[in-house]
């Protein structure tokens, strides 16, 4: 492995995104950070903003050329599975073919592409997942995600793929949160929550996976493709237990609900959880547990529901 420190003119896309923004506001602490948004415009210190919209290529290369990446870190996507599965064409248009766009104007000077990916690019029939497990794709998020996948393994040679689990942490300044801030929200104002007891994720501290998307950044190593979920593989229904125990909330309010009771607008694979031991092994990445992470997202004491304002 290689380690390189030295300051990098860095590109993230999806800027205004969740991800997107913790992996800005991290990485221009050592770097020359630049990003883009599309429809959300947020201010990030010592950073530039382009406005870029990934259906139209007119918007894309100025963005590149003025930013002159040595890294870029492509988080931007519609990420919305009903609404992928809604409209197909868009999501080709953005997860897909703004993909092949962005790659067709990197420098030639090829800089490194992270291209982050998700869990959902695999079938929920054999989980734990490594990185040398085929994907199949149940939904077209998934689907459009995996074709981008191969897109960048076929057109860009100097390429990371990280294949983050479900992410959650603190809401950033433009307001974006994680599934941890709904399910908060409607907790702390006494309503119910119907959550799944039969589809697992291995969630992950956001944090956590800034580490390792920094530690791509800097150093250098023999593989392309990265898993990286959290420590404990949870149901949805596990999930909102521990955040109503940590947060004083009524458990009552959590409704057991199965896949096929539920009319989700989209097909969901009921086992994604991930096995992320090279990120671990390769780059020392360390993975926060659930409730170390709740008491850095939501403070160490609890608290009864309702007593507190939402933070998202």
């Known amino acids: 492995m290689i380690y390189t420190s030295q300051r990098k003119r860095i590109l993230v896309t999806g800027g205004s995104g969740f991800l997107g923004w913790h992996l800005v506001k991290h990485l221009s602490k050592r770097h020359d950070v630049s990003y ?10 010592r950073c530039r903003g382009f406005h870029v919209n990934f259906l139209h290529p007119s918007s894309i290369e100025p ?61 929920g029939l054999q989980a734990p997942y490594t990185e040398t497990d085929e994907p199949d794709p149940l939904n077209f998020y998934g689907k459009t995600k995996r074709m981008a996948e191969q897109a960048v393994q ?33 907790l702390s104002q006494g309503e119910p929550l119907r959550l799944f007891t039969d589809e697992y994720r291995t969630p992950v501290y956001v944090h956590d996976v800034v580490a390792a998307v920094a530690s791509l950044v800097e150093r250098i190593g ?26 004083g909330y009524d458990p009552s309010l959590l409704r057991p609900v199965t896949q096929a009771e539920a009319d989700t607008g989209c097909p969901r694979p009921k086992d994604v959880s991930l096995n992320s031991a090279r990120v671990q092994a390769a780059h020392a990445v360390k993975f926060t547990p659930f409730e170390e992470a709740l008491k850095a997202i939501f403070g160490g004491a609890e608290h009864s529901a309702g007593t507190e304002q939402n933070p998202w």
């Not at 883009?36 to 210190?45: D, F, L, N, S």
């Not at 689990?165 to 599934?179: D, E, Q, V, W």
Request: a positive charge; proline letters at 5%.
């Open 154 to 186: 076929r057109l860009w040679k100097n390429h990371v793929i990280v294949r983050p689990a479900i992410l959650y942490g603190a809401p950033t300044s433009n307001g974006r949160g994680s599934f941890l801030q709904w399910m908060d929200q409607a």
């Open 63 to 123: 963005c590149v050329q003025e930013a002159d990446p040595e890294v870029v870190i492509h988080a931007a996507a519609l990420a919305d599975t009903a609404e992928c599965e809604r409209a197909h064409e868009k999501a080709v248009g953005v997860n897909v073919t703004g993909t092949e766009r962005l790659i067709r104007c990197l420098p030639d000077t090829k800089p490194l592409l992270i291209y982050i990916s998700t869990d959902l690019v695999f079938n």
């Open 36 to 45: 883009t948004y599309a429809t959300r415009r947020v201010q990030i210190p």
């Open 222 to 247: 023999q593989h392309r493709i990265y898993h990286v979920g959290g420590p404990e593989r949870m149901s949805r229904l596990e999930i909102g237990r521990r955040l109503a125990a940590f947060r």
